[in-house]
């Protein structure tokens, strides 16, 4: 076991340090309340080659493989939020190209989302499929050289800046999982629609949009993987989906601890620094130790997917714990600041209101606890 | 066309302060970097070769952890990256380096255009370039804000005080380079893997033919007699009244300080 950096990764970690300190956290706050695509931090991204990190080398890619990409997703959410989101919402376009695509299809589609041209989504959720994959209703007629694509996704990630959708549809909704199929669809594409924005309780500047399909022709040779297999490339996207929600609750549990350490030290209260009292060094150490062990889940569970490992059950223990570990350091963050901590002045009611998403999206808490429950009970068989 | 760029690796004066005791720079801890007009001359080399052809060498004289200047140059698109570093070179005023540059400039050889930025931001002579030429005695021109090449001329729009001057100069010439002139690239991720592996060559004073003589200590005139940091002076004065009062009252005491 080594928990050494090798030179390179070193340079580019320090290279997103830099970057994330001088161009994106300053930034950060406006991006939010201003609730625009942050196009201005995307072509940085693109610029500095970091949208190819896991990608093989032949697609434009790094091949520095997933704990990487980890560790510069979990500082960009460190610097900018909305930007780490991005980031991690575009992977889940990227990797089931990359893990399923043929050819052809990677060098369409796989190289130009490596390269930053274009943004990627993933296409699952609907009104009455969010957990339950199986209960997918959009809906996929195969009609002679195209599939015919009907229905609404809801709460898509990047949906609308993304040029490049992976879409999970059903061949026949009667089969459940075993009629699930995974399309690559371009934005333009005859039939293909945004409908509307969320507007939610933080994240304002991450389009969370509508996909709507009304007859949408999709060439047959944009199936990926194969035809009835959807579900297959769906739970190995959602995968990776886990580790990049664990990545980015760590990264901005870190921005709020960053923001609550420096305030501790700068609020005077009873004639002190509120950090020399031990109520609060008590809430920063368990912060901080939380933050650690969430890091530690998230890296080893990447570790494991770049060993060719089973990492699922790692990955949801990863994105169980971060999730609700987020929630709770965000808390304690605007807890240390005070009264000026619930005002817009301070950017930790923003982390504390963002932080509430990690529970929910990617797999709800509850159906983390299931999979692990379920993974264990296997390995435990009697 | 073959452009060498002259750059200098600098402490990030950002960062940098002066230690009120002994009036020296701290440079502890402080991390350093390409002279910022450097990185221009470097962006101008690089897309001049991106539309004549060619090649751009980076050129440095420094001690050798400078190394890591070059690879940053040869990450935003040099080709080729040489430090001439000795200890023969130490405490060289700017006479003293421009005498050894201008050497290893005439051990490479082949070039049309040398590039540098206009003055660097420790030193702030600006008395490298002019030096550089002078020396090779060849042609300079210095406050570049536009280059164009027409053949074997170029012309040269300079950036002064009050207005700018063209000018048109034949190759091969010296040019500095004001940091409006472009906007320096940032590189990828790619383009600095791919320079860490590239080769920066390390020549010393015996593969340039330096005359020890004129390097270093011996070779500087300049002796520099004691280093403060300026007093400010914050003391202002202000005048109010209508506008037409004041400008009247803020000119004669003008005049009266001799300043117009």
């Given at each position: 076991?080594?928990?050494?950096?090798?030179?390179?990764?070193?340079?580019?970690?320090?290279?997103?340090?830099?970057?994330?300190?001088?161009?994106?956290?300053?930034?950060?706050?406006?991006?939010?309340?201003?609730g625009?695509?942050?196009?201005?931090?995307?072509?940085?991204?693109?610029?500095?080659?970091?949208?190819?990190?896991?990608?093989p080398?032949?697609?434009?890619?790094?091949?520095?493989?997933?704990?990487l990409?980890g560790?510069?997703?979990?500082?960009?959410?460190?610097?900018?939020?909305?930007?780490?989101?991005?980031?991690?919402?575009?992977?889940?376009?990227?990797?089931?190209?990359?893990?399923?695509?043929?050819?052809?299809?990677?060098?369409k589609?796989?190289?130009?989302l490596?390269?930053?041209?274009h943004i990627?989504?993933?296409?699952?959720?609907?009104?009455?499929?969010?957990?339950?994959?199986?209960?997918?209703?959009?809906k996929?007629?195969?009609?002679?050289?195209?599939?015919i694509l009907?229905?609404?996704?809801?709460?898509?990630?990047?949906?609308?800046v993304a040029?490049?959708?992976?879409?999970i549809?059903?061949?026949?909704?009667?089969k459940?999982?075993?009629?699930?199929?995974?399309?690559?669809?371009?934005?333009?594409m005859?039939?293909?629609?945004?409908?509307?924005?969320e507007?939610k309780?933080?994240?304002?500047?991450?389009?969370?949009?509508e996909l709507?399909?009304q007859?949408?022709?999709?060439?047959?040779?944009?199936?990926?993987?194969?035809?009835?297999?959807?579900?297959?490339v769906?739970?190995?996207?959602?995968?990776?989906?886990?580790?990049g929600?664990?990545?980015?609750?760590?990264?901005l549990a870190?921005?709020?601890?960053d923001?609550?350490?420096?305030?501790?030290?700068q609020?005077?209260q009873?004639g002190?620094?509120?950090?020399?009292?031990?109520?609060?060094?008590?809430k920063?150490?368990?912060?901080?130790?939380?933050?650690?062990i969430s890091?530690?889940?998230?890296?080893?569970?990447?570790?494991?997917?770049?060993?060719?490992?089973?990492?699922?059950?790692?990955a949801?223990?990863?994105?169980l714990?971060?999730?609700?570990?987020?929630?709770?350091?965000t808390?304690?963050?605007?807890?240390?600041?005070?009264?000026?901590?619930y005002?817009?002045?301070?950017?930790?009611?923003?982390?504390m209101?963002?932080?509430?998403?990690f529970?929910?999206?990617?797999?709800?808490?509850?159906?983390?606890?299931?999979?692990?429950?379920n993974?264990?009970l296997?390995?435990?068989?009697? | 066309?073959?452009?060498?760029?002259?750059?200098?690796?600098?402490?990030?004066?950002?960062e940098?302060?002066?230690?009120?005791?002994?009036?020296?720079?701290v440079?502890?801890?402080?991390?350093?970097?390409?002279?910022?007009?450097?990185?221009?001359?470097?962006?101008?080399?690089?897309?001049?070769?991106?539309?004549?052809?060619?090649k751009?060498?980076?050129?440095?004289m420094?001690?050798?952890?400078?190394?890591?200047?070059?690879?940053?140059?040869?990450?935003?698109?040099?080709?080729?990256?040489?430090?001439?570093?000795?200890?023969c070179?130490?405490?060289?005023?700017?006479l003293?380096?421009?005498?050894?540059?201008?050497?290893?400039i005439?051990?490479?050889?082949?070039?049309?255009?040398?590039?540098?930025?206009?003055?660097?931001?420790?030193?702030?002579?600006?008395?490298?370039?002019?030096g550089?030429?002078?020396?090779?005695?060849?042609?300079?021109?210095?406050?570049?804000?536009?280059?164009?090449?027409?053949?074997?001329?170029?012309?040269?729009?300079?950036?002064?005080?009050?207005e700018?001057e063209?000018?048109?100069?034949?190759?091969?010439?010296?040019?500095?380079?004001?940091?409006?002139?472009?906007?320096?690239?940032?590189?990828?991720?790619k383009a600095?893997?791919?320079?860490?592996?590239?080769?920066?060559?390390?020549?010393?004073?015996s593969?340039?033919?330096?005359?020890?003589?004129?390097?270093?200590?011996?070779?500087?005139?300049?002796?520099v007699?004691?280093?403060?940091?300026?007093?400010?002076?914050?003391?202002?004065?202000?005048?109010?009244?209508?506008?037409k009062?004041?400008?009247?009252a803020?000119v004669?005491?003008?005049?009266?300080?001799?300043?117009?």
């Open positions: 076991m080594d928990f050494n950096f090798t030179e390179d990764e070193q340079m580019i970690i320090d290279a997103v340090h830099e970057i994330g300190q001088e161009e994106f956290e300053p930034r950060a706050s406006e991006v939010a309340e201003l625009e695509f942050p196009w201005e931090n995307i072509e940085i991204l693109r610029e500095m080659d970091l949208f190819g990190i896991p990608v080398e032949e697609y434009g890619g790094l091949e520095m493989g997933f704990l990409w560790v510069v997703g979990e500082l960009l959410s460190r610097y900018c939020s909305t930007t780490g989101s991005v980031f991690g919402a575009h992977m889940l376009c990227q990797y089931p190209i990359m893990a399923f695509g043929t050819d052809e299809q990677k060098d589609y796989l190289r130009p490596t390269s930053g041209e990627g989504a993933f296409g699952l959720t609907e009104p009455n499929a969010g957990s339950d994959a199986g209960s997918v209703a959009t996929a007629e195969l009609r002679g050289d195209k599939y009907n229905g609404t996704k809801i709460f898509i990630s990047n949906g609308g040029e490049t959708y992976v879409v549809a059903n061949l026949d909704p009667s459940g999982t075993r009629g699930l199929t995974a399309f690559i669809v371009e934005k333009g005859p039939g293909f629609e945004f409908g509307k924005n507007k309780m933080g994240w304002d500047a991450l389009p969370n949009r709507i399909f007859d949408c022709e999709v060439p047959v040779e944009n199936v990926l993987y194969k035809p009835g297999r959807g579900f297959r769906a739970m190995d996207t959602l995968g990776v989906g886990r580790l929600m664990a990545v980015g609750a760590v990264g870190q921005a709020a601890f923001a609550a350490i420096v305030y501790a030290q609020r005077e009873f002190q620094k509120i950090s020399e009292f031990q109520a609060i060094q008590f920063l150490a368990d912060m901080a130790t939380e933050i650690e890091r530690l889940m998230y890296q080893k569970a990447a570790w494991l997917k770049d060993q060719g490992e089973s990492f699922e059950k790692e949801a223990m990863a994105k714990y971060s999730s609700e570990m987020v929630s709770r350091v808390s304690d963050a605007v807890q240390i600041h005070g009264g000026v901590g005002t817009r002045e301070f950017p930790v009611e923003r982390y209101r963002e932080a509430k998403l529970e929910i999206v990617e797999g709800t808490s509850e159906i983390q606890r299931g999979i692990i429950a993974r264990l296997r390995e435990y068989r009697i | 066309m073959n452009i060498i760029v002259c750059i200098k690796q600098v402490p990030d004066t950002s940098v302060s002066i230690d009120p005791e002994t009036n020296t720079i440079r502890e801890g402080v991390p350093a970097i390409i002279n910022p007009f450097d990185e221009n001359a470097i962006e101008q080399a690089v897309q001049m070769v991106e539309e004549h052809g060619g751009v060498t980076v050129l440095s420094g001690p050798p952890q400078a190394e890591a200047a070059l690879r940053e140059a040869l990450a935003m698109g040099a080709d080729e990256a040489i430090l001439v570093s000795d200890r070179f130490a405490a060289s005023d700017t003293a380096t421009s005498y050894v540059l201008s050497t290893a005439r051990e490479i050889g082949d070039y049309d255009l040398i590039f540098c930025g206009k003055q660097a931001f420790d030193g702030d002579t600006a008395q490298v370039p002019p550089i030429a002078e020396h090779l005695g060849i042609p300079q021109v210095t406050f570049a804000i536009g280059i164009e090449v027409d053949g074997r001329k170029v012309r040269v729009r300079r950036l002064l005080e009050d700018f063209t000018v048109e100069v034949k190759m091969p010439a010296l040019i500095s380079v004001v940091k409006q002139i472009n906007e320096p690239r940032r590189p990828g991720i600095k893997l791919a320079a860490k592996k590239k080769e920066v060559k390390v020549w010393d004073a593969c340039i033919d330096a005359d020890a003589c004129l390097c270093g200590f011996d070779g500087s005139p300049t002796r007699v004691r280093t403060f940091a300026p007093s400010r002076n914050t003391e202002g004065k202000k005048y109010e009244g209508e506008p009062e004041v400008a009247t803020v004669e005491a003008l005049i009266a300080e001799k300043i117009i």
